[in-house]
């Protein structure tokens, strides 16, 4: 990507982290990223407008790293009545005892 846009931006090459062709670099690769690594990197990179493109990079590193890992599943329990599955679901470990598994069934 580096490559194509230093021959087709039309901008003068400049290596100054400042520089509207570093600037524009950076919002072509941030425009261009993966949409989960893109929203990633906007949501937890507050120097997104001014930061430098190798900035970015490490920030779009661990993005992927971010978004790619495992998520949790939430617990499940199983609650037998007899020999019939009275609950099978997902556990709410909110506030209070029990809230969220028998709503008004008790």
């Not at 490559?3 to 901008?11: A, D, I, M, P, T």
């Not at 900035?55 to 993005?63: F, G, I, P, R």
């Not at 495992?70 to 506030?95: C, L, M, N, W």
Request: overall charge positive; glycine content about 6%; hydrophobic content about 35%.
């Amino acid at each position: 990507m580096v490559e194509v846009f230093k021959r087709n931006s039309g901008l003068q090459h400049i290596n100054a982290d400042d520089s509207p062709y570093q600037q524009q670099l950076k919002n072509a690769l941030q425009a261009n990223a993966l949409p989960t690594i893109r929203n990633w990197v906007t949501k937890h990179n507050i120097d997104l407008p001014t930061c430098s493109v190798s900035s970015w990079q490490n920030w779009a590193m661990h993005a992927e790293k971010v978004v790619s890992g495992k998520k949790k599943q939430p617990p499940t329990d199983t609650f037998y009545a007899e020999d019939d599955i009275f609950y099978a679901g997902v556990v709410s470990r909110g506030r209070g005892r029990m809230r969220g598994i028998f709503n008004d069934t008790c």
